[in-house]
């Protein structure tokens, strides 16, 4: 495996950090960063990264003949644009999550890597960087619990307030709770049922704990329903002081023989550590310890950009994330205190 040359563009959410530490744990290095003025998560980057020199001009990474790949984690309204010059530059993109905030974008997005022929892969941390759901996969392609009939997701996150920039409160720049957070639970959904594509039967978004910010939406839910299965996604931003990390996001697996339920970040009152695995089915009903499951995406990515696969995630489900999130936004029923 050949180890890849990178750039970022837009460190403007702390994704970036992860994006960047899974592709360098591998070998790979990064000639630059650049960003638009200096947002909170620069830094964060700068400790992390402090061998990564700063550019002055996103122009100097993308002219670059050594550098394969960007790495992009802008505000969300402006990484389409950010990952279409990029590939049109030549290079493959890393994008955090949404990787686009409107249909229109998604369509460019889509006309570009027909046009390049380069890979836009969005880096859906919820799954891609969680190793429980790297070892609920192995399981249910070992047929532990028979056919998947459902996924359910919840994405509870903290608010975090005093950290947050202008632009998270304003529903144009980030495009949406169900835009945003719960394309990690579409993704999901399609790869835990195999689904190539679903209907939005329902969805909602609302304001109902931040009256003097209209621009936030601070809970949505999504019901999907595709030819191979069901989905219910609920996200929100209601994560209570008391939790010791930002989230307690859940995952439930139902089968035909069985369920896995995965408790991603913490499981509450009970066992330390992240990465908590329940599996019940006909002859197994017990606590798997998950976190030493393997992160495939990163590795496979680079394999992608050298070999021109698509083993990380295949190039349409990466469009049907964002068609579906996007559709859902689209369609949700507005509640609460929202402008």
Same mark, same amino acid.
């Given at each position: 495996?050949?180890?890849?040359?990178?750039?970022?563009?837009? @460190? %403007?959410?702390?994704? #970036?950090?992860? +994006?960047?530490?899974?592709?360098?744990?591998?070998?790979?290095?990064?000639?630059?960063?650049?960003?638009?003025?200096?947002?909170?998560?620069? $830094?964060? &980057?700068?400790? /992390? &990264?402090?061998?990564?020199?700063?550019?002055?001009? *996103?122009?100097?990474?993308?002219?670059?003949?050594? @550098? %394969?790949?960007?790495?992009?984690?802008? #505000?969300?309204?402006?990484?389409? !644009?950010?990952?279409?010059?990029?590939?049109?530059?030549?290079?493959?993109?890393?994008?955090?999550?949404?990787?686009?905030?409107?249909?229109? +974008?998604?369509?460019?997005?889509?006309?570009?890597?027909?046009?390049?022929? *380069?890979?836009?892969? #969005?880096? =859906?941390? $919820?799954?891609?960087?969680?190793?429980?759901?790297?070892?609920?996969? $192995?399981?249910?392609?070992?047929?532990?619990?028979?056919?998947?009939?459902?996924?359910?997701?919840?994405?509870?996150?903290?608010?975090? *307030?005093?950290?947050?920039?202008?632009? =998270?409160?304003?529903?144009?720049?980030?495009?949406?709770?169900?835009?945003?957070?719960?394309?990690?639970?579409? %993704?999901? &959904?399609?790869?835990?049922?195999?689904?190539?594509?679903?209907?939005?039967?329902?969805?909602?978004?609302?304001?109902?704990?931040?009256? !003097?910010?209209?621009?936030?939406?601070? &809970?949505?839910? #999504?019901?999907?329903?595709?030819?191979?299965?069901?989905?219910?996604?609920?996200?929100?931003?209601?994560?209570?002081?008391?939790?010791?990390?930002?989230? %307690?996001? /859940?995952?439930?697996?139902?089968?035909?023989?069985?369920?896995?339920?995965?408790?991603?970040?913490?499981?509450?009152?009970? /066992?330390?550590?992240?990465?908590?695995? =329940?599996?019940?089915?006909?002859?197994?009903?017990?606590?798997?310890?998950?976190?030493?499951?393997?992160?495939?995406?990163?590795?496979?990515?680079?394999?992608?950009?050298?070999?021109?696969?698509?083993?990380?995630?295949?190039?349409?489900?990466?469009?049907?994330?964002?068609?579906?999130?996007?559709?859902?936004?689209?369609?949700?029923? *507005?509640?609460?205190?929202?402008?």
């Amino acid at each position: 495996m050949k180890p890849l040359t990178l750039g970022v563009v837009g @460190i %403007d959410h702390r994704h #970036i950090y992860g +994006q960047l530490q899974g592709m360098l744990d591998l070998g790979c290095t990064c000639k630059g960063w650049w960003t638009e003025g200096d947002p909170q998560p620069v $830094e964060g &980057f700068v400790k /992390r &990264f402090p061998d990564v020199p700063r550019v002055a001009d *996103r122009e100097a990474l993308l002219d670059d003949p050594e @550098i %394969d790949m960007i790495l992009i984690a802008d #505000i969300p309204a402006r990484r389409a !644009d950010r990952a279409i010059e990029a590939m049109r530059a030549g290079k493959d993109v890393m994008t955090d999550k949404p990787g686009c905030t409107t249909l229109d +974008q998604l369509d460019a997005l889509r006309a570009c890597v027909a046009e390049t022929g *380069r890979i836009w892969s #969005i880096d =859906f941390s $919820e799954r891609f960087e969680v190793p429980a759901v790297t070892k609920a996969a $192995e399981l249910v392609a070992a047929g532990e619990i028979g056919t998947v009939v459902q996924t359910v997701g919840l994405g509870p996150h903290r608010l975090n *307030r005093p950290t947050r920039p202008d632009w =998270f409160f304003d529903e144009a720049a980030y495009g949406g709770i169900l835009t945003d957070i719960a394309s990690h639970q579409v %993704d999901q &959904f399609l790869f835990f049922t195999g689904s190539t594509d679903a209907e939005i039967v329902t969805a909602s978004v609302g304001n109902f704990a931040n009256p !003097d910010d209209p621009g936030l939406q601070d &809970f949505g839910e #999504i019901m999907l329903r595709s030819d191979t299965g069901q989905g219910y996604i609920r996200v929100d931003w209601y994560t209570p002081d008391a939790l010791p990390n930002w989230g %307690d996001g /859940r995952l439930t697996i139902l089968g035909t023989e069985g369920y896995i339920e995965l408790r991603k970040y913490v499981d509450v009152a009970g /066992r330390d550590g992240t990465d908590h695995l =329940f599996l019940v089915n006909k002859t197994r009903c017990e606590y798997i310890d998950a976190s030493g499951a393997p992160l495939p995406y990163f590795e496979n990515l680079i394999r992608d950009v050298n070999d021109r696969t698509e083993t990380a995630m295949g190039q349409a489900h990466c469009f049907k994330v964002m068609e579906l999130a996007l559709n859902a936004q689209a369609q949700a029923a *507005r509640l609460g205190h929202l402008a």
